[in-house]
């Protein structure tokens, strides 16, 4: 079977197309909702239902429809359906970060994940944002996540980029440079 990332690129693009070439399709919401789906399509029971022979499309389509927070545009239900006609559910979350890729690539943004050992307030994001949007030369979505393991510090990954200022990677470089 092919990679999933090559099974995503094609409906990623076709659908960051659709949503260039329609006005008033704003991006941002877009990626809100094929997030969303993302998540839903995540789920293993869905997938096992999405999987049963027994279970039409349809049935798929309105399982998901009736799950999604918020009411889906139309062009939401049409790539929905295209995906679900295609047998392509599993798929979805990987279809939703290479659509949130171009998304971010249109805009000169990235998305960075802060790894911290503590809660961050909005002050301490705000002038670790500013800090990082410099460093990394573009502006960035930051989302945090708690990580106790690195005692102090953080660790910030984007894309394919890693910057680790914790405790816990600093202690690692120590223990490796003593027994070498």
Same mark, same amino acid.
């Given at each position: 079977?092919?990679?999933?990332?090559?099974?995503?690129?094609?409906?990623?693009?076709?659908?960051?197309? $659709?949503?260039?070439?329609?006005?008033? !399709?704003?991006? #941002? /919401?877009?990626?809100?909702?094929?997030? @969303?789906? =993302? +998540?839903?399509?995540?789920?293993?029971?869905?997938?096992?239902?999405?999987?049963?022979?027994?279970?039409?499309?349809?049935?798929?389509?309105?399982?998901?429809?009736?799950?999604?927070?918020?009411?889906?545009?139309?062009? $939401?239900?049409?790539?929905?359906?295209? !995906?679900?006609? #295609? /047998?392509?559910?599993?798929?979805?979350? @990987?279809? =939703? +970060?290479?659509?949130?890729?171009?998304?971010?690539?249109?805009?000169?943004?990235?998305?960075?994940?802060?790894?911290?050992?503590?809660?961050?307030?909005?002050?301490?994001?705000?002038?670790?944002?500013?800090?990082?949007?410099?460093?990394?030369?573009?502006?960035?979505?930051?989302?945090?996540?708690?990580?106790?393991?690195?005692?102090?510090?953080?660790?910030?990954?984007?894309?394919?980029?890693?910057?680790?200022?914790?405790?816990?990677?600093?202690?690692?470089?120590?223990?490796?440079?003593?027994?070498?």
């Amino acid at each position: 079977m092919a990679e999933l990332a090559t099974i995503a690129r094609p409906y990623a693009e076709a659908l960051y197309k $659709a949503c260039t070439d329609q006005a008033g !399709v704003d991006l #941002n /919401g877009a990626t809100a909702w094929v997030d @969303e789906l =993302a +998540a839903i399509a995540a789920n293993p029971q869905l997938r096992q239902l999405a999987d049963n022979p027994k279970v039409t499309g349809e049935q798929v389509f309105d399982v998901i429809v009736g799950v999604a927070r918020s009411a889906l545009p139309d062009l $939401a239900k049409n790539f929905l359906r295209t !995906v679900i006609d #295609n /047998g392509r559910v599993q798929a979805l979350p @990987e279809i =939703a +970060a290479q659509f949130r890729t171009l998304v971010n690539r249109s805009h000169g943004t990235s998305d960075a994940v802060v790894y911290s050992a503590f809660p961050l307030d909005a002050g301490a994001l705000t002038d670790v944002g500013a800090t990082l949007e410099k460093r990394f030369g573009r502006k960035l979505n930051l989302s945090v996540q708690l990580d106790e393991t690195l005692i102090g510090g953080v660790r910030v990954v984007v894309g394919d980029e890693v910057l680790d200022t914790s405790v816990k990677a600093r202690l690692e470089q120590m223990k490796a440079a003593l027994t070498a």
